[in-house]
């Protein structure tokens, strides 16, 4: 059974980095062929998906956070992490860390998600 938990803080100010780490237990982050997404859901909006690395540490990232956003991996402790940079208040939302199966269009594991809010 995975387990992913999201951790950081809840409240960052504006033009800051946000900065999460989602740790994961029951699997490794490099088991072929999986990807460890980051997903967030501003109030009131549906679920936008910010970028993922792959089992191999390769990333992907979506265009319209292309140059905030920032995905990397700490192997020894199981755990990636997200920065994402010049956050505004519409940045606020819950974060997701979530895992996804190479050719599935679905995650099969969720965190239970993080509240960020951005605001000073």
């Known amino acids: 059974q995975v387990r992913m938990q999201e951790s950081g803080p809840g409240l960052v100010l504006p033009s800051q980095t946000l900065s999460l780490t989602c740790t994961v237990s029951g699997g490794s982050i490099t088991t072929s062929y999986y990807y460890w997404s980051w997903i967030r859901q501003p109030p009131g909006k549906g679920l936008e998906w910010m970028g993922a690395?792959?089992?191999?540490?390769?990333?992907y990232y979506n265009p319209s956070l292309k140059s905030r956003t920032s995905i990397s991996k700490d192997t020894s402790k199981n755990q990636f992490t997200l920065q994402l940079s010049s956050v505004t208040p519409a940045d606020t939302a819950v974060y997701y860390c979530?895992?996804?199966?190479?050719?599935?269009?679905?995650?099969?594991?969720w965190g239970q998600g993080t509240q960020v809010t951005v605001s000073s």
């Open positions: 690395m792959s089992y191999s540490g390769n990333t």
């Open positions: 979530a895992r996804r199966k190479y050719g599935l269009g679905s995650y099969d594991y």
